[in-house]
């Protein structure tokens, strides 16, 4: 009964946080991604010394975007990478950006003009069939049982509806066994004062996600 309450806690909790993406919403300002990555890895300090895990953390930028909610996004996919660890092997998460350019999307950080950023969150965990792609972002939707892995099931769907209010877009790579790949792909720049056009996220979308190691 007990283990029970907790979940349902749980579900509540995390369809309040859904909900509050878009209603709680704040005003975007000047986000420093290396500064909200720090912060959310020292609240997670007992949690990655609990799994022996290993964080590396490469060059991070600022953008403009929503604070909380990026800080909300980090905690969800660290935090996932270090769920779905594989047995007997500490995880290890890797963190970096970089930023893009809608005709050249691997254009590097000097670029005179990034339109887009793409933080990138990755491990060595457990990794998954790409097939369920579409299923890991739905709202409760789970690939392994609740004595598996424990989590309400909102976690991904969070992450996607932060992305989507950024006019972004998250996408995953992933190997069974391998680990995961998770991309963000965000607007460089306040989306209210230059608004991005949908054909080129499209294109950044695919293109940052053809790379995979």
Request: charged share 25%.
């Amino acid at each position: 009964m007990s283990g029970t309450a907790k979940r349902m806690l749980d579900l509540i909790h995390g369809l309040l946080a859904f909900s509050r993406i878009t209603n709680k919403a704040s005003s975007f300002v000047q986000v420093d991604l290396a500064v909200i990555t720090h912060e959310v890895l020292s609240d997670m300090e007992v949690r990655i010394k609990e799994t022996g895990g290993t964080i590396d953390v490469g060059p991070l930028s600022t953008i403009d975007a929503d604070p909380l909610q990026m800080r909300q996004l980090l905690q969800n996919l660290i935090g996932n990478a270090l769920k779905f660890r594989k047995k007997g092997e500490a995880p290890i998460v890797k963190i970096h950006g970089r930023f893009l350019d809608a005709d050249t999307p691997d254009t590097d950080e000097d670029s005179a003009t990034p339109l887009f950023y793409q933080l990138t969150v990755e491990d060595n965990g457990i990794g998954f069939d790409e097939k369920y792609t579409d299923r890991i972002f739905g709202v409760f939707q789970r690939l392994h049982s609740q004595s598996e892995y424990e989590g309400s099931g909102i976690g991904l769907s969070i992450c996607r509806k932060i992305a989507e209010r950024h006019a972004g877009s998250i996408t995953v790579k992933s190997v069974p066994g391998m680990g995961s790949k998770f991309m963000v792909v965000l607007p460089a720049k306040n989306i209210k004062t230059e608004p991005v056009h949908e054909t080129a996220l499209a294109a950044l979308t695919v293109s940052s996600g053809s790379e995979h190691e």
